[in-house]
């Protein structure tokens, strides 16, 4: 009556206590077998009564460890020798992709937190206390699978109580690869600005919160990379912290030691709360309830929003503990470059900037700066993608393994490939910026090898100017070109899985458009693999190229000038607007755009709210705070052909009488009208929303609930940011989707300098 059957797991499945689940399991119901991690995921060989092997099938699913997910399950007959009892084997060396999904780090679980609080405990006080339901993932792991001599712990040799731990079926730490303790695991060293060690171990910690606590800048070394901290109260230590990172007014992230500090500071609904708690433990943006708490305010100039993380590993929260105070907690870099993740490079490039470091010797393999988002409406706005959150995939059925998304210029990210899947890496940056620019190629190539994969395509933004097309037509010939703004939206599309017509709006700061003119204020009726450009913002002219794109003024100039209006542009003294204007007059270094972004700049700067922007974003940004919760009645806006007209808001709102907050509140009102009007014009069931723009919590919000009262279905980026940190996605989609439907896909050729 016996019966043998192999099962093939593939999904999440490795790294989160997944073999010894099966293990139990197994021998409970006295089945013969093994499991094995594998190249794909894992590999269950079971054999015994016929029933008993039913029972597994029908019992794993709910016995699966909360992160864990099991994409499919195959049966197999068995040809195999099968051993008398049950256990776990090493791991499988397969040919082919390895696309079992790694895990991205999870922040500490309250079991081990609880070890590492309890003066009992052997890990009293250890930093690097983890099991298989927490600890670092994706930052440590070389290659899959994923075991222990993959990882950057394999430097460190267990000692007899952890190994006895590692072995134990019934121990949270059987197969944890990253276990530790004081006696075998990875150290703190506190050193000074030239690197020499002045304490270690628990000693470090302490010092480290006594010079926070001195008002002192301290790097510290974490998951991810190196954050610097600044005691958050103290104006003159954050202000020297800007002074020395050459950060302008862009607000910055906080640790704070509990949930109950940061809800004495800001605003917590029941969403937001359970995202700080997670265990991808991400910075969420909060309103501030505005005074009462102790934070300077040079932490984030200006805004009513605050972005808030909790401890998400036990060297935080033990530092935090000691502090009792929040920390600002920023990226380890200067201005916009990659976070530091090594060493010495840390205390060379952050040499300038803290004060002291506070090290460890677990090597971090690949650099990821705090994942950020935001609730709106319930749901998340992804802006960053990075430590907690990357690895992610979502799934592109059909997909030919080793195709690249090569992703944008702004907040850029790659996305590989891989079983069925889009892989995505983490947040690699602006790549106007060397560092970032540097770091593109090589988180290609790590996401490939860690993959098991071969560049077999790629697909890049239409702008040949763009650091990653440039990149992605270097690595392979003739990569699938596929237009900014229809990238965003199959983004959406592949998020939900969405094959189209839909109406897709895409509004954004800039793309590349097919006409050569800059897009942003975009409808497009897109399937996957084509679109139309069904309608768009009425375009105006931005006179002095890139620098345009900084400067509010120079939008409001441009939109005025376009409506046919002689007034005076905000924030430009005289000679600064006749040289202006003899660029839009003469058409050189002038742009014509159809940009959301931008509009929103030139309203920005009509209201006063800021004509030269410190950083991207600041203008939007900052008319979203002016609306606050103001509710208004729309702008009036017309429609010339395919175009939507602005110049019937511009004029009531340059008439004036009416309070800055009101306009910015009638502006966002009226930009959700023209959504509602050019989707009735369309009449598709199904409306996408993507683009920078709808980071707009008031926008987005708007956006979804009047569309859906007209009828739409209304899809929204979940996983993925609305930003361009979704755009590698939406390039393999549509990249994909086209491949689909052509005979013969070209491989990659390597350079493709000579096409
Ligand atoms: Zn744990
Ligand atoms: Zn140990
Ligand atoms: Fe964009």
Same mark, same amino acid.
């Given at each position: 009556?016996?019966?043998?059957?192999?099962?093939?797991?593939?999904?999440?499945?490795?790294?989160?206590?997944?073999?010894?689940?099966?293990?139990?399991?197994?021998?409970?119901?006295?089945?013969?077998?093994?499991? &094995?991690?594998?190249?794909?995921?894992?590999?269950?060989?079971?054999?015994?009564?016929?029933?008993?092997?039913?029972?597994?099938?029908?019992?794993?699913?709910?016995?699966?460890?909360?992160?864990?997910?099991?994409?499919?399950?195959?049966?197999?007959?068995?040809?195999?020798?099968?051993?008398?009892?049950?256990?776990?084997?090493?791991?499988?060396?397969?040919?082919?992709?390895?696309?079992?999904?790694?895990?991205?780090?999870?922040?500490?679980?309250?079991?081990?937190?609880?070890?590492?609080?309890?003066? &009992?405990?052997? &890990?009293?006080?250890?930093?690097?206390?983890?099991?298989?339901?927490?600890?670092?993932?994706?930052?440590?792991?070389?290659?899959?699978?994923?075991?222990?001599?993959?990882?950057?712990?394999?430097?460190?040799?267990?000692?007899?109580?952890?190994?006895?731990?590692?072995?134990?079926?019934?121990?949270?730490?059987?197969?944890?690869?990253?276990?530790?303790?004081?006696?075998?695991?990875?150290?703190?060293?506190?050193?000074?600005?030239?690197?020499?060690?002045?304490?270690?171990?628990?000693?470090?910690?302490?010092?480290?919160?006594?010079?926070?606590?001195?008002?002192?800048?301290?790097?510290?070394?974490?998951?991810?990379?190196?954050?610097?901290?600044?005691?958050?109260?103290?104006?003159?230590?954050?202000?020297?912290?800007?002074?020395?990172?050459?950060?302008?007014?862009?607000?910055?992230?906080?640790?704070?030691?509990?949930?109950?500090?940061?809800?004495?500071?800001?605003?917590?609904?029941?969403?937001?709360?359970?995202?700080?708690?997670?265990?991808?433990?991400?910075?969420?943006?909060?309103?501030?309830?505005?005074?009462?708490?102790?934070?300077?305010?040079?932490?984030?100039?200006?805004?009513?929003?605050?972005?808030?993380?909790?401890?998400?590993?036990?060297?935080?929260?033990?530092?935090?503990?000691?502090?009792?105070?929040?920390?600002?907690?920023?990226?380890?870099?200067?201005?916009?470059?990659?976070?530091?993740?090594?060493?010495?490079?840390?205390?060379?490039?952050?040499?300038?900037?803290?004060?002291?470091?506070?090290?460890?010797?677990?090597?971090?393999?690949?650099?990821?700066?705090?994942?950020?988002?935001?609730?709106?409406?319930?749901?998340?706005?992804?802006? &960053?993608?990075?430590?907690?959150?990357?690895?992610?995939?979502?799934?592109?059925?059909?997909?030919?393994?080793?195709?690249?998304?090569?992703?944008?210029?702004?907040?850029?990210?790659?996305?590989?490939?891989?079983?069925?899947?889009?892989?995505?890496?983490?947040?690699?940056?602006?790549?106007?910026?060397?560092?970032?620019?540097?770091?593109?190629?090589?988180?290609?190539?790590?996401?490939?090898?860690?993959?098991?994969?071969?560049?077999?395509?790629?697909?890049?933004?239409?702008?040949?100017?763009?650091?990653?097309?440039?990149?992605?037509?270097?690595?392979?010939?003739?990569?699938?070109?596929?237009?900014?703004?229809?990238?965003?939206?199959?983004?959406?599309?592949?998020?939900?899985?969405?094959?189209?017509?839909?109406?897709?709006?895409?509004?954004?700061?800039?793309?590349?458009?097919?006409?050569?003119?800059?897009?942003?204020?975009?409808?497009?009726?897109?399937?996957?693999?084509?679109?139309?450009?069904?309608?768009?913002?009425?375009?105006?002219?931005?006179?002095?190229?890139?620098?345009?794109?900084?400067?509010?003024?120079?939008?409001?100039?441009?939109?005025?000038?376009?409506?046919?209006?002689?007034?005076?542009?905000?924030?430009?003294?005289?000679?600064?607007?006749?040289?202006?204007?003899?660029?839009?007059?003469?058409?050189?270094?002038?742009?014509?755009?159809?940009?959301?972004?931008?509009?929103?700049?030139?309203?920005?700067?009509?209201?006063?709210?800021?004509?030269?922007?410190?950083?991207?974003?600041?203008?939007?940004?900052?008319?979203?705070?002016?609306?606050?919760?103001?509710?208004?009645?729309?702008?009036?806006?017309?429609?010339?052909?395919?175009?939507?007209?602005?110049?019937?808001?511009?004029?009531?709102?340059?008439?004036?009488?009416?309070?800055?907050?009101?306009?910015?509140?009638?502006?966002?009102?009226?930009?959700?009208?023209?959504?509602?009007?050019?989707?009735?014009?369309?009449?598709?069931?199904?409306?996408?929303?993507?683009?920078?723009?709808?980071?707009?919590?008031?926008?987005?919000?708007?956006?979804?609930?009047?569309?859906?009262?007209?009828?739409?279905?209304?899809?929204?980026?979940?996983?993925?940011?609305?930003?361009?940190?979704?755009?590698?996605?939406?390039?393999?989609?549509?990249?994909?989707?086209?491949?689909?439907?052509?005979?013969?896909?070209?491989?990659?050729?390597?350079?493709?300098?000579?096409?």
């Amino acid at each position: 009556m016996d019966e043998a059957v192999v099962l093939r797991v593939r999904g999440r499945v490795q790294g989160v206590g997944f073999r010894p689940v099966v293990f139990r399991l197994a021998r409970g119901l006295g089945l013969r077998g093994w499991v &094995r991690n594998d190249a794909s995921g894992a590999e269950v060989a079971l054999g015994g009564a016929a029933e008993a092997i039913a029972r597994f099938q029908a019992e794993l699913p709910g016995l699966l460890p909360a992160a864990a997910r099991v994409e499919a399950i195959a049966g197999g007959a068995a040809g195999v020798e099968l051993p008398p009892g049950f256990e776990i084997r090493s791991s499988a060396e397969g040919a082919g992709a390895r696309v079992a999904l790694v895990l991205p780090d999870l922040a500490t679980c309250p079991a081990c937190l609880a070890e590492v609080m309890n003066p &009992r405990d052997r &890990r009293h006080r250890y930093p690097f206390t983890n099991c298989t339901h927490c600890g670092p993932r994706f930052s440590i792991v070389e290659q899959l699978p994923y075991d222990r001599a993959h990882t950057t712990m394999k430097g460190f040799e267990m000692c007899a109580a952890c190994a006895a731990e590692y072995r134990d079926p019934a121990d949270r730490r059987f197969h944890a690869q990253p276990n530790a303790c004081p006696v075998c695991g990875p150290r703190l060293t506190w050193a000074g600005p030239a690197g020499e060690a002045l304490a270690e171990g628990d000693e470090a910690l302490r010092a480290a919160a006594a010079a926070l606590g001195r008002g002192r800048i301290v790097a510290v070394k974490g998951l991810g990379g190196f954050h610097l901290m600044a005691d958050a109260r103290d104006g003159a230590a954050v202000r020297r912290l800007r002074e020395r990172k050459r950060r302008d007014e862009k607000p910055f992230a906080l640790m704070f030691p509990s949930r109950e500090a940061i809800e004495a500071a800001c605003e917590v609904s029941a969403a937001e709360g359970g995202w700080l708690e997670s265990q991808a433990a991400p910075i969420v943006l909060l309103r501030r309830r505005g005074g009462g708490d102790d934070l300077a305010a040079e932490v984030a100039p200006g805004l009513p929003w605050l972005g808030a993380m909790l401890p998400y590993t036990p060297l935080h929260h033990l530092l935090m503990a000691e502090l009792g105070f929040a920390v600002v907690a920023t990226s380890g870099n200067i201005s916009d470059e990659p976070i530091c993740i090594d060493n010495a490079e840390a205390l060379e490039r952050l040499g300038g900037i803290a004060d002291f470091f506070l090290l460890h010797d677990r090597p971090i393999v690949r650099p990821m700066d705090d994942s950020v988002l935001a609730v709106c409406e319930g749901g998340p706005i992804m802006m &960053r993608r990075g430590r907690g959150l990357a690895p992610g995939t979502i799934a592109l059925p059909g997909a030919p393994d080793g195709w690249l998304g090569g992703g944008a210029q702004m907040k850029n990210t790659v996305a590989v490939t891989a079983g069925g899947n889009a892989v995505l890496g983490p947040h690699i940056g602006d790549l106007d910026h060397d560092g970032a620019a540097r770091l593109w190629p090589q988180t290609v190539r790590d996401l490939l090898d860690l993959h098991g994969l071969t560049l077999e395509r790629a697909a890049a933004d239409l702008h040949p100017d763009y650091a990653s097309s440039r990149g992605a037509a270097g690595l392979c010939a003739a990569p699938e070109l596929v237009q900014h703004h229809h990238a965003h939206i199959a983004a959406v599309m592949a998020e939900h899985g969405l094959e189209g017509p839909v109406l897709g709006i895409a509004w954004d700061g800039t793309g590349l458009g097919d006409d050569g003119t800059i897009w942003g204020g975009e409808f497009l009726v897109c399937t996957r693999a084509e679109y139309r450009r069904a309608a768009w913002l009425r375009p105006f002219s931005l006179a002095g190229g890139d620098a345009a794109a900084k400067e509010p003024r120079r939008a409001a100039l441009g939109v005025l000038r376009e409506m046919g209006s002689a007034a005076p542009a905000p924030g430009l003294s005289a000679e600064e607007a006749a040289a202006l204007e003899g660029l839009l007059r003469g058409g050189l270094n002038v742009a014509r755009t159809s940009s959301a972004g931008r509009l929103f700049d030139a309203v920005a700067a009509l209201l006063g709210v800021c004509q030269v922007m410190a950083h991207e974003g600041q203008a939007a940004m900052r008319l979203e705070a002016l609306a606050g919760e103001v509710a208004a009645p729309a702008y009036p806006f017309g429609w010339r052909g395919n175009e939507l007209d602005w110049q019937p808001m511009m004029e009531e709102l340059l008439a004036g009488g009416e309070e800055p907050a009101v306009a910015a509140a009638r502006f966002h009102a009226m930009l959700v009208e023209m959504m509602v009007a050019a989707a009735r014009r369309e009449g598709l069931a199904d409306v996408c929303l993507s683009g920078g723009c709808f980071q707009n919590r008031r926008l987005t919000a708007g956006a979804a609930r009047r569309l859906a009262e007209e009828g739409f279905r209304v899809w929204r980026h979940r996983d993925i940011p609305p930003n361009d940190g979704g755009i590698a996605l939406g390039q393999l989609a549509v990249a994909a989707a086209r491949a689909g439907r052509k005979t013969a896909g070209r491989a990659c050729q390597g350079g493709g300098d000579r096409a």
